[in-house]
């Protein structure tokens, strides 16, 4: 368990970690854009290793202590190689979100998409 | 382009957009965990072919501005599934990140990992 | 629909068929390991996509016309993508497979695995 | 190694060898489509993996026997979890395959597409 008590970490706070945590090191020169993608796909492959043979899943209210918190430790992972790789691409990510949901908001308005699944093109 | 301003969101204000975004749509019916999780796999697709004829990318310095948006629109995919997933999982995804990288610190220490892309258990 | 007649094409047949695809567009200069690999990584997305709103799919009785044959555009994207990689990494895929048999066999003897999803470290 | 000499093995072949196995263990309740796909998602991760620190890879020369053993496995368990997909799904995939060479041929006509890494809808 962490020493730091935050329960709420900001987009550029995790960015910073993860500079600092690479600087220590000397990995910027390992850290190139496809270099992190692919690790990132390798950490999407573990998380979905861990529903991989389970069939529907409603919840996660009948995982053990052990499984939630392998589940924890993979998402985190998944995000953690995210926002490095945008940080490596010159992204600004809370921008880029922000854009992006106004998009989807453009693509899906609430009253032609209300309780449908459908693709945007097919509302 | 968004008119919020706000250049460094924390996971939770994400986390807030996105249960609001669902619950007006009803769409909480469609974000089980698979559902979810399948739906990232898919924008991690759409991420890698941006990347994928390119050979070696050093840096986006030689991405069109097109490119560029279109980059930080399929990492925020990405990210807001993940951050939907883990919500949906009951996951607290601020504590598990610093939980992990606490752990990658011990796995990396910084002597034996410096400038060194091993794998912890080859250190 | 293709004038040709095989239900049951072999390994080399399809590598064949890739080579000459590739050779004849001038395209082995963008066929190396990392492009094909995040190429396979974008079609595995596209099949994901398939998947992503349906919840628990028994069999596809119930996919339409059209979406099964998109489903068999996907999979033959990823098989396709899969054989040109290993082709590229000078694997001889037919090989590599009867030994990864092989040795499933040996991890999930019959006896052990029966009607378990156990992983073999805990049977 | 396995004592069956086959270099040239047949989707048709695969698919009765892997139909084989799971009918063996009663696996076939654990083989539904979303479960057999995240299981190949699982494995692209690992396939990922292999490549994720390297760098760009011009082919495979300067990989140990080692990792050409790892790589032959990875590519295999992709291979199979696809073509256990494919037949969970009902898709003849050698057909499936034949119609998608012959759409691409279609969609990338070779004088315009030679020596051409564009998408189709920009050629």
């Given at each position: 368990m962490n020493n730091e008590n935050n329960d709420n970490l900001s987009l550029i706070e995790i960015r910073n970690k993860l500079r600092k945590f690479a600087s220590d090191r000397e990995w910027d020169q390992f850290h190139t854009p496809r270099n992190l993608l692919l690790a990132l796909v390798g950490e999407v492959g573990e998380l979905s290793e861990i529903f991989q043979?389970?069939?529907?899943?409603?919840?996660?209210?009948?995982?053990?202590d052990k499984e939630k918190e392998h589940l924890g430790e993979e998402l985190s992972d998944v995000l953690l190689y995210l926002i490095r790789l945008s940080d490596k691409c010159n992204i600004n990510l809370s921008n880029a979100v922000l854009d992006k949901i106004k998009k989807n908001g453009d693509k899906y308005p609430v009253e032609l998409s209300k309780s449908s699944a459908k693709k945007y093109n097919d509302l």
């Amino acid at each position: 368990m962490n020493n730091e008590n935050n329960d709420n970490l900001s987009l550029i706070e995790i960015r910073n970690k993860l500079r600092k945590f690479a600087s220590d090191r000397e990995w910027d020169q390992f850290h190139t854009p496809r270099n992190l993608l692919l690790a990132l796909v390798g950490e999407v492959g573990e998380l979905s290793e861990i529903f991989q043979w389970k069939g529907e899943v409603k919840d996660t209210s009948e995982f053990s202590d052990k499984e939630k918190e392998h589940l924890g430790e993979e998402l985190s992972d998944v995000l953690l190689y995210l926002i490095r790789l945008s940080d490596k691409c010159n992204i600004n990510l809370s921008n880029a979100v922000l854009d992006k949901i106004k998009k989807n908001g453009d693509k899906y308005p609430v009253e032609l998409s209300k309780s449908s699944a459908k693709k945007y093109n097919d509302l």
